[in-house]
């Protein structure tokens, strides 16, 4: 008897548990690796082989066990990609690929190539360099680690000699190289969503995200801003993808500047927290067109349901076990679209699920997001 086709995932937190609920509603099987048992995605997977993913007995296994293989960050070595290249499965996306991608530095020379607008930014190697980057750069400035940066760990802002010197020692510590970046001043942070295979490509709609504590944490869509403005950032983002010859999904996040200027901030070769609407709020997730396009299987249709939607996450406010404390009070409202990751511990400011409302009046999407995001406590 044939089996189904298995997509092996290398992680195992919320976006590979909803990447795997996308496969295995249509039928596929998921094979997850992560270092530790009971993960999200692992709860809900046919295959749970934990340990390292560097571990190269535990590749071998994932690569007999799966027919595709991908990932939920962008954290993995790509030379661990490369290994399970070299046992001749295919890995979306490729390690080419996420070798132009994790090291920010390395993922804005590829993009600047490609004349993609973004801020102006340089490698910092020395902490001499203060005086040269503050000239080149202008005060005050971001300094980001390279690799292993997200929610805001990894970014420091400098505004003096001070700044700059304490953002090196405490970065440094997390990944040896940095870069710097001007700062932009915004009007709206935007981000889109694009998955592409080796036959077709589609963009979601343009969205607004909101940042608190440097997580992104609502999610408005569409953004609000004029047509011209969301053709011009669908189109920088599949540039984007085109790039780094990227095949799967990606997301893009961008600064729509005080000036009408998009500039790219970074781009992630994954499902990404400002496409968690899609679930309800698009014909098809985010998730689906994940595990379509690593499939290279016809992709689907982007268009939103109603025309508006509202992602807000929901962040830790215990210090205790992973569980919905007041689930009445988070469901008081029929309208509330709920979500929680299976984490079996909670943390303050840990992402723990995330709620959507969708509908054809965003203010008052938007409020009831707001208020349903008050009353859950986890």
């Avoid at 001007?182 to 935007?190: A, G, P, R, S």
């Avoid at 939607?309 to 962040?315: E, G, P």
Wanted: proline letters at 3%; hydrophobic letters at 40%.
């Amino acid at each position: 008897m044939k089996k189904p086709i298995c997509i092996g995932i290398l992680g195992g937190g919320q976006l590979a548990r909803m990447s795997a609920f996308a496969a295995i509603r249509m039928g596929f099987d998921v094979a997850v690796l992560e270092k530790e048992a009971g993960s999200p995605a692992g709860m809900i997977s046919s295959i749970e082989l934990i340990g390292s993913s560097s571990n190269k007995k535990l590749l071998k296994k994932l690569a007999t066990q799966t027919d595709v293989i991908t990932l939920e960050n962008e954290f993995i070595d790509y030379r661990i990609i490369e290994y399970l290249e070299s046992l001749g499965v295919k890995v979306f996306p490729s390690s080419a690929t996420i070798a132009m991608i994790q090291d920010k530095l390395i993922q804005k020379q590829t993009l600047l190539k490609y004349n993609i607008p973004l801020p102006k930014f340089t490698a910092v190697n020395h902490k001499y360099e203060f005086e040269k980057t503050a000239e080149e750069l202008k005060l005050p400035f971001v300094l980001k680690s390279r690799k292993m940066g997200y929610d805001g760990y990894g970014n420091a802002m400098v505004r003096n000699k001070k700044d700059f010197d304490t953002a090196f020692d405490k970065l440094t510590h997390r990944h040896s190289k940095l870069l710097a970046e001007e700062f932009v001043h915004f009007t709206k942070e935007l981000a889109v969503m694009a998955a592409r295979t080796q036959k077709e490509s589609v963009v979601y709609p343009v969205v607004e995200t909101i940042q608190k504590d440097h997580i992104c944490h609502t999610v408005i869509a569409p953004a609000k801003v004029k047509e011209s403005v969301r053709r011009k950032a669908s189109k920088i983002a599949m540039d984007c993808v085109k790039a780094v010859k990227g095949f799967g999904l990606f997301g893009i996040e961008m600064f729509y500047t005080n000036d009408g200027r998009i500039l790219v901030n970074e781009m992630a070769p994954r499902p990404h927290n400002s496409g968690h609407y899609t679930i309800e709020g698009c014909i098809t997730s985010q998730f689906e067109n994940h595990i379509r396009a690593v499939l290279n299987l016809p992709l689907g249709n982007t268009a939103m349901v109603n025309s508006s939607a509202v992602m807000i996450n929901l962040l830790g406010k215990t210090n205790k076990e992973g569980i919905v404390k007041n689930y009445a009070a988070a469901l008081g409202d029929k309208d509330i679209h709920l979500h929680i990751y299976g984490k079996k511990n909670s943390r303050v400011g840990r992402k723990m699920g995330h709620v959507t409302v969708t509908g054809n009046d965003p203010g008052t999407i938007l409020r009831k997001a707001k208020a349903a995001e008050k009353k859950i406590v986890i």
